[in-house]
C-alpha cells in the first residue's frame, strides 16, 4: 500500500489535501506537523479515526524527527506543504520562516534522499508545494509561467524560493523525484482567519472594519483550495521528476473587487438587515465596512498564472469558478462558527501585522 507523508497538513491547504487523498487514493496518510499557530487538530477532526490517517506532531526543521518518521512509516511519497506562510508575518519576523521553509525543506529532502539510497527510488516522488510569489511582480501584462525566472520580493517569497531551488538541485544532483508546484493565491475552508478571505468574512460577520491595503489595486489569481489540491494530486501521479507546473484560476481580481464579492455573497447568505452587529451600528451594507489601511511594505502589485502547461501535461482542470468558490467558502466560514472561534482561542486577534518599512 503507498504510504503519504503530508507536512504541514493541519494547516489550511494540507488539511484540504488530506481529505482529498482519504477520499480518492487508497493511500495511507501519514501528517507531520508542528502545530504552529495556523495548524490545528480540529481541521483534522473528522478523519482523525480513518483507518488510513496518523498524525505526527513534530517539526520538519528537526532531523531526528524526520529521520524517524521515514523509518516508522516508509513513505513512498513526500507532500509538503509544511511552512510559514503569512507574507506580513515574514516582515515582523523573517527568522522562522527561514528556519521552516529553507531549513526544513532541506532536512526534507535530505531525509528522502538518505531513504531512497538504501531502500532504492521506486515509485516515490517528492512533491514540493509552492508559491507563485517567488516570481516577484508583474505590472498591468503577462502571466507568470515555468519559465519566469526567480525574483522573489517579501521575507516569506524569498524563503520559497530557497526552498525550490534546494528542491531542484536535490533532483538534479542526485535524481532525488522531485516535483514542484508554484500555485497562485488559495482561498476555502480551514483557512487561518489572518487570510484575506477569512478575515473579512469574520469581521464582515461581526461588524467590524474590512481593512484594505494602499490602494485595493493589487491583484491576485484566486484558485479555490479544491482545486489546488487536486492539482497537487495530479502532479504527485503524474509529474515527470525534475519537473514544476504553475497552478491559477485564471481568476485575476483586484483586493477591492474580491471584498466587494465577498460583501455581495455575504448579502445574499445572512443579508446586513438581519445581522445584528450591522443593525446596531445602523449600517445597511457590508462595503460600508470597507475601510482603507496602510500599504503592506514591498507590496507585490500584480500576480497572474499562465498553467496552460498542468492543464495539457497533468489534464488538470479547476472545476470552481470564482462565483460558486465564494459562495462555497462563504456558507463554509458561518457555518462553522466553533472552528472559527478554536483557531482563534491563540494570541492572534486578528490585529494589523507586518507594517514595519525600509529602514
Ligand atoms: N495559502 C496560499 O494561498 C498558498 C498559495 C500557494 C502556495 N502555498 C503554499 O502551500 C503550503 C501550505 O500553505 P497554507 O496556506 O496551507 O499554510 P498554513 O500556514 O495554513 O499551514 C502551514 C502548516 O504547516 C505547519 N508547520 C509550520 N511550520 C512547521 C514546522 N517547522 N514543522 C512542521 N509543520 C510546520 C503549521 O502548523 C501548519 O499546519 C505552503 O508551503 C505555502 O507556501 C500557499
Redesign the pocket.
Known amino acids: 500500500m503507498q504510504t503519504l507523508l503530508v ?10 489535501f488530506v481529505r482529498l487523498a482519504l477520499a480518492e487514493t487508497p493511500a495511507r496518510v501519514v501528517v ?9 487538530l480540529q ?1 483534522l477532526a473528522d478523519v482523525s479515526n480513518h483507518e488510513r490517517f496518523e498524525f505526527v506532531k ?5 532531523r531526528a ?1 524526520v529521520d524517524r518518521v521515514f523509518a516508522d512509516h516508509a513513505p513512498t511519497g513526500v507532500v ?7 507574507v506580513d508575518r515574514s516582515i515582523e519576523g523573517p527568522e ?1 520562516f527561514v ?3 529553507v531549513l ?1 525543506t532541506f532536512q526534507l529532502l535530505d531525509a528522502a534522499r538518505a531513504r531512497l539510497s538504501s531502500a532504492g527510488s521506486g515509485e516515490f516522488r517528492f512533491l514540493h ?5 517567488v516570481f516577484g511582480s508583474l505590472g498591468p501584462e503577462g502571466f507568470f509561467s515555468e519559465t519566469t525566472p526567480y525574483a522573489p520580493n517579501s521575507p ?1 517569497s524569498a524563503s ?1 524560493a530557497g ?1 525550490d531551488h534546494l528542491a531542484r538541485a536535490y533532483f538534479h544532483t542526485y535524481g532525488l523525484p522531485v516535483v514542484t ?7 476555502g475552508p ?3 482567519p489572518e ?1 484575506l478571505l477569512p478575515l473579512m468574512i469574520l469581521n464582515a460577520r461581526e461588524g467590524k472594519p474590512l481593512p484594505i491595503y494602499g490602494d485595493g489595486a493589487n491583484v491576485r489569481d484566486w ?1 479555490f ?1 479544491e482545486d ?1 489540491c487536486r492539482g497537487v494530486l495530479r502532479a504527485l501521479e503524474n509529474g515527470a521528476p525534475g519537473e514544476c507546473y504553475t ?1 491559477g484560476g485564471s481568476n485575476e481580481r483586484t483586493n477591492l473587487e474580491m471584498v466587494d464579492a465577498l460583501c455581495a455573497e455575504l448579502e445574499r447568505a445572512l443579508p446586513a438587515a438581519q445581522n445584528p452587529a450591522l443593525v446596531r451600528q445602523g449600517i445597511e451594507d457590508y462595503t460600508a465596512l470597507k475601510t482603507f489601511v496602510p500599504d503592506r511594505p514591498g507590496h507585490d502589485r500584480r500576480y497572474a498564472i499562465d498553467a496552460s502547461k498542468a492543464r495539457r501535461e497533468l489534464e488538470w482542470e479547476p472545476r470552481y469558478d470564482l462565483e460558486s468558490g465564494l459562495a462555497a467558502t462563504v456558507r463554509w466560514y458561518l457555518d462553522h462558527t466553533e472552528w472559527c472561534e478554536a483557531v482563534q482561542s491563540g494570541s492572534y486577534r486578528r490585529e494589523r501585522l507586518g507594517l514595519e518599512g525600509p529602514r
Do not use: M, P, W
Not at 7 to 16: D, E, L, P
Not at 32 to 40: E, F, I, P, S, V
Not at 58 to 62: K, R, V
Not at 129 to 133: A, G, N
Open positions: 507536512t504541514g497538513g493541519a494547516g489550511f491547504i494540507g488539511a484540504n507531520l506537523d508542528r502545530l504552529t499557530y495556523a495548524g490545528n481541521s513534530g517539526d520538519i526543521a528537526d524527527t509538503h506543504f509544511a511552512a510559514e506562510s503569512h522562522e528556519r521552516t521553509n526544513g508545494v509552492s508559491t507563485d510569489e516569506y520559497k526552498a508546484t508554484n500555485c497562485s493565491n488559495n482561498y480551514y483557512q487561518f487570510k484558485l483550495v489546488h497552478l
